[in-house]
């Protein structure tokens, strides 16, 4: 019962999907089951791209697709991307940049970025086969969240206050570990050997916003942990167009 609660607080957190608690949820207790909601969202994202690929084309298919994964979720993840953008490149110093992050406004380089990634999703997802997509995005869905789930298992907070350290600071190291390897013995199941490239993708996209995080503010925040998703969820359907 505890473990579905966690995953239902999970849930909530990171979609909109309306979800009652009878307890003050506790997110840091929860983010084991970050990759398990990637599932819920991919299998939506996949489901619908599926669906309307096979009425109209596979371009119209992976756009609502797409657009429905950034409803499901608030462009939570997506905000996240626009305010690193706006952040890292923006900011001249590590103040500048924490305080740009903590702006809700967005920039020129925010809207680029979380344009760029949306644009990027819907082209390489419409690249795959129809009878593909469903699967493609479960796997992008659940290996960006696991991506971003291992930082805040192995990376240094960049500060000390605010929503990302919160659910960090009560992280549990044997549940976060046994949730990275349920999550690619799923995507292993559901992909074969294409697990590897897409193992891969996931780590170039989560160790890129590591390095460049640790060299603009020292180290993670939630926004961090958003772009990381992006990032890998974008890389991994790239990867998987080539197939």
């Known amino acids: 019962m505890k473990l579905f609660r966690n995953f239902l607080v999970a849930l909530s ?3 909109r999907i309306p979800v009652r608690h009878k307890h003050e949820p506790q997110v840091g207790s929860a983010a084991p089951w970050f990759p398990f909601v990637g599932i819920v969202v991919g299998a939506i994202v996949g489901g619908v791209a599926w669906g309307v690929s096979n009425l109209t084309t596979p371009l119209v298919g992976a756009a609502v697709g797409v657009l429905c994964g950034v409803l499901i979720t608030g462009a939570f993840h997506e905000d996240g991307l626009a305010d690193i953008a706006d952040a890292f490149v923006g ?6 940049r924490l305080k740009i992050l903590k702006d809700p406004l967005h920039g020129s380089y925010g809207v680029a970025a979380l344009c760029g990634s949306i644009v990027l999703r819907v082209c390489a997802l419409s690249a795959i086969p129809p009878r593909e997509m469903f699967v493609t995005a479960i796997t992008a869905h659940c290996l960006a969240r ?4 291992a930082l805040m298992l192995t990376t240094a907070l960049a500060r000390h206050e605010g929503l990302g350290s919160d659910y960090v600071k009560s992280l549990r190291t044997s549940s976060t570990t046994i949730s990275l390897i349920v999550s690619l013995a799923i995507v292993i199941v559901l992909t074969g050997v294409w697990a590897v490239a897409a193992v891969g993708a996931t780590i170039v996209g989560a160790m ?3 390095f460049w995080s640790k060299k603009k503010i020292g180290g993670i925040t939630g926004d961090v942990l ?3 998703e992006q990032v890998s969820e974008a890389l991994i359907l790239v990867t998987f167009s080539a197939r």
């Open 91 to 96: 900011g001249w110093t590590t103040e500048q």
């Open 208 to 210: 890129t916003l590591r």
């Open 146 to 149: 696991a991506g971003a789930l």
């Open 13 to 15: 957190f990171l979609t």
């Open 226 to 228: 958003g772009a990381a």
